[in-house]
């Protein structure tokens, strides 16, 4: 087994380098990279252009021939941080807990799926697989790119995130949308010469909301906290001044569906309400920009490496109700099941931390997992 000291001095590394998602990743996987093809592992990038032009890749490291039994999954970006948070790229260790940026979300387990690997490379025998994502905190877009490029393909994918070590087996879906209602700018003095598009946006969102807190709560997984798809309207804009009738006015619709239901099926909905407004008030108009529609997933409870993840970890597969990339590696082949060290409700804030105990044990159960799989 790999001493401890190589594991914190890689997070060490990886924590000191800025890997916001805006910024490209490529220096991290310039850490990564030597390092697995120095235990063996051949190495692949999957380059592209983010959005803004700034260069991203996917980094997957191979070892052994044919499908891999099972892939460590994590990513290299992060959230940014607030600049007077000194120890953000410092790595910095307090009442054995180690603070930094994405020292818990996610280059904790990055660390730990190294390591562990090279403590246990000469005892595999089958074939697994490394991948080191790009661009996760903005829409999972690396492991998106993966399905693109048709790469990645395991049998099992244990993908990291903050879950403090217990086995997560299902997420739900993400789904985002712009809505924008036009009405009618005139003096608000005279309100028959223009049309609210407040006051039609207000109509719309109460519908909505009252199909959030009534029709959306009738199907159910009890899996899950809460058991049923959500939705909020998280951001409203709209008007030009006080004494001028709205001519346009925007919000966004998020909701997370169960894994059961269709990305889509609230994007019906939402389009029926704004079909039957039309019906009711002459010249509503409004118009939908869906903008993310990520399902869920959910593996099986008996699925071996959910077994075997609660059997290593000593905690029972629960399911969580945010997005992580475990539908693209299911997309892939893969059975996923997300697991890592770290609290994901430390993750994103000043002061991110991962306990050093909970660092150590996931290597551990990385490295018997890997065994379990590959060995
Ligand atoms: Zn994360």
């Known amino acids: 087994m790999a001493s401890s000291d190589a594991l914190v001095t890689l997070l060490k590394d990886l924590v000191a380098i800025d890997s916001t998602s805006v910024r490209t990743n490529l220096p991290v996987l310039e850490v990564l990279e030597p390092r697995l093809q120095a235990l063996g592992f051949r190495c692949q990038r999957q380059r592209y252009a983010d959005e803004a032009g700034v260069e991203k890749a996917n980094l997957l490291a191979t070892l052994g021939a044919g499908l891999p039994e099972v892939a460590l999954v994590g990513h290299t970006d992060c959230v940014p941080f607030d600049a007077a948070w000194r120890e953000a790229l410092t790595l910095t260790e307090r009442d054995d807990r180690l603070y930094g940026r994405g020292a818990c979300d996610t280059k904790a387990f990055v660390a730990c799926a190294v390591t562990a690997a090279a403590a246990v490379k000469d005892r595999l025998r089958k074939p697994v697989l490394l991948c ?179 059997r290593l970890s000593g905690k029972r597969a629960e399911t969580v109700s945010f997005g992580t990339e475990g539908p693209q590696l299911q997309t892939l082949g893969a059975v996923p099941v997300v697991f890592g060290p770290g609290d994901i409700r430390v993750a994103h804030q000043t002061g991110e931390f991962v306990p050093r105990a909970e660092l150590l044990r996931a290597q551990a159960v990385l490295e018997a997992a890997l065994l379990e799989f590959a060995g």
């Open 132 to 310: 080191f994502t790009a661009d996760e905190e903005l829409g999972c877009f690396g492991a998106k790119k993966l399905v693109e490029g048709n790469l990645g393909h395991a049998r099992r994918a244990i993908i990291g995130e903050p879950t403090q070590l217990t086995p997560i087996r299902a997420n739900k879906g993400y789904c985002l949308a712009e809505v924008e209602v036009l009405g009618q700018e005139g003096h608000s003095a005279y309100p028959d010469t223009g049309r609210s598009a407040i006051a039609g946006a207000a109509r719309l969102i109460a519908r909505l909301d009252a199909h959030g807190r009534g029709p959306l709560r009738e199907q159910l997984d009890r899996d899950f906290l809460p058991a049923h798809g959500t939705l909020n309207v998280g951001m409203v804009s709209g008007g030009r001044a006080k004494n001028v009738i709205p001519g346009a006015c925007r919000f966004t619709l998020e909701w997370r569906p169960l894994p059961a239901q269709p990305v889509d099926a609230l994007l019906e909905v939402l389009r029926g309400f704004i079909a039957e407004a039309q019906g009711q008030e002459p010249g509503f108009s409004a118009t939908v920009r869906p903008l993310r529609l990520d399902r869920g997933f959910d593996t099986a409870p008996d699925a071996d490496l959910v077994k075997a993840l609660e």
